[in-house]
């Protein structure tokens, strides 16, 4: 009895140190023994390790390599001000045929989401460098017409233990719809909704409380659609009043949505001067950053932030330490301060479409 007590003993040692090991150790240990392995590789371990693993994040940059118009991920630790690689760089497998610059959307619980541009979807780990393909939806749209992805999103449903992915279509002129994907079951259903026309906007998709939200409306009176990921339900969320495109050209503003202090947080962007039907001059731009106070309450919007005059920007692309914005300068990453500090930094982080995450690392496993 005294013998097995110490091996009981033992194994839960061995579990509380493997489960504060970063998941760079761990994949090593997979070696070692196949108690080892089973135990890692296990659904339980996984989820604790994803809980005590909180603190350590990483600013995941997706962009298309200037040299080889490769698309590529890049690892930072948000500890570090110079940003300086953290990891050796994954290349992310020619997922697109033509190697267009793919979306990136997430994450969730590690993972992220990366769409081509001819309806793949792909799912990818990026700590394990791990990826799944998803299949194609085998549902039909009325008259032959081609269906076309327009957005994706990304979840997880605590109350069946599982990962969903949505992609929000239109099925014909104007009629947008939706499909789910679970990964537990590997296959797409329909849900029963009709939904506004969304827009897909470079960095605005938002996984935040439990739901999924894209860009949708007209230009010139947009909102925020979202997706509970328990409930399967849609749910519109208006814009600010006052919000800065009713003040100026609605074309000629970019809109973020972000996390700002636990809130959700929309950043609004102006290009600059409209100079024709497509040029802008970028000389002098704009920044507005709305939080929800409140989530879900329209009324609780309030303007934390106007900032400028900025040149140059493409797009804002996410909050740093909540003091922080980093953004795409022609090309580069870039950041700047939001307390009255609108001198930019600039990273040695170049590529085209620049999209980034920060991700807390993961074992998630994705099959």
Request: aromatic share 12%; charged share 25%; hydrophobic share 40%.
């Amino acid at each position: 009895m005294e013998g097995a007590s110490e091996i009981n003993v033992n194994e839960e040692i061995v579990m509380e140190i493997l489960l504060r090991l970063p998941v760079k150790s761990l994949i090593k240990f997979n070696c070692v023994c196949r108690g080892w392995r089973d135990l890692i590789n296990s659904r339980h371990f996984i989820n604790m390790h994803l809980c005590l693993a909180q603190s350590t994040e990483y600013i995941i940059v997706k962009r298309l390599r200037d040299e080889d118009n490769k698309n590529v991920l890049s690892f930072h630790s948000p500890a570090d001000e110079s940003l300086i690689a953290a990891a050796p760089e994954l290349e992310l497998p020619e997922l697109d045929e033509a190697n267009w610059p793919l979306q990136l959307i997430g994450p969730c619980n590690g993972i992220v989401c990366l769409r081509d541009f001819h309806e793949g979807i792909h799912l990818c780990n990026p700590m394990t460098r791990k990826f799944r393909t998803l299949p194609q939806s085998s549902f039909g749209s009325p008259g032959g017409f081609l269906r076309q992805t327009h957005v994706v999103g990304l979840g997880f449903d605590s109350t069946i233990d599982d990962y969903k992915v949505v992609r929000i279509f239109e099925s014909s002129l104007y009629d947008f719809r939706a499909e789910i994907y679970n990964l537990s079951t590997d296959s797409w259903r329909q849900v029963d909704a009709i939904l506004p026309p969304v827009i897909l906007r470079d960095c605005f998709d938002l996984l935040f409380n439990g739901f999924f939200h894209w860009s949708a409306g007209p230009e010139s009176s947009p909102h925020i659609l979202s997706f509970e990921m328990g409930a399967e339900v849609f749910k519109e969320i208006k814009y600010p009043n006052g919000w800065l495109g009713e003040q100026a050209e609605p074309r000629s503003v970019e809109h973020s949505l972000v996390v700002l202090d636990d809130s959700m947080a929309l950043i609004l962007f102006s290009r600059g001067r409209l100079l024709d039907s497509e040029l802008y001059d970028k000389s002098e731009q704009y920044i507005e950053i709305w939080a929800m106070m409140e989530y879900g309450v329209e009324e609780s919007w309030v303007k934390k932030f106007f900032l400028g005059p900025f040149s140059g920007i493409q797009c804002v692309l996410s909050f740093w330490s909540n003091d922080k914005l980093l953004a795409d300068c022609c090309k580069q990453l870039v950041s700047f301060g939001i307390q009255n500090d609108s001198k930019l930094k600039k990273y040695d982080i170049k590529g085209f479409y620049l999209q980034l995450v920060i991700l807390k690392e993961s074992l998630v496993s994705l099959y």
